[in-house]
């Protein structure tokens, strides 16, 4: 009786914990990219950030001296190498609003790298950094 109860015990405890966090999951800033072959910079008067859990992501812009802005939000899930994107929320019109974007994604060590042909045909290569 005393093993069964303590199997059972570890068995509930076992199924109380999430082994499966997304790679993407925390807070990463754009540190630049490449659009349609040329190098596009990182802005040097503000901060773009992302920040994922295991379902969502929500894009902010950080200035000094402002209120942070949630200028995006929306729902991803992975394949693979791929992340799928849907865009729920955007501050500005967008033509991206509740459509899902495909995006090949690739991490090494803590950079995120972002490549895409947008439904506009720009061909995209974004880099984050992770910061926590």
């Avoid at 659009?35 to 969502?56: C, F, M, S, T, W």
């Avoid at 849907?86 to 974007?101: F, G, P």
Wanted: overall charge positive.
């Amino acid at each position: 009786m005393k093993k069964t109860f303590l199997s059972i015990i570890f068995a509930l405890l076992l199924c109380a914990f999430r082994f499966d966090d997304s790679p993407l999951k925390g807070t990463w800033e754009y540190r630049g990219g490449i659009i349609n072959g040329k190098l596009d910079g990182a802005p040097k008067d503000y901060k773009l950030q992302r920040v994922y859990d295991n379902e969502h992501y929500k894009a902010k812009v950080i200035e000094d001296g402002e209120k942070t802005l949630i200028y995006e939000k929306g729902d991803y899930r992975l394949n693979a190498d791929t992340c799928f994107e849907t865009q729920t929320y955007c501050m500005q019109e967008s033509k991206l609003l509740n459509k899902t974007i495909k995006y090949n994604y690739i991490i090494s060590n803590d950079t995120l790298k972002l490549l895409s042909v947008l439904p506009n045909g720009n061909k995209v290569e974004d880099y984050w950094v992770k910061l926590r």
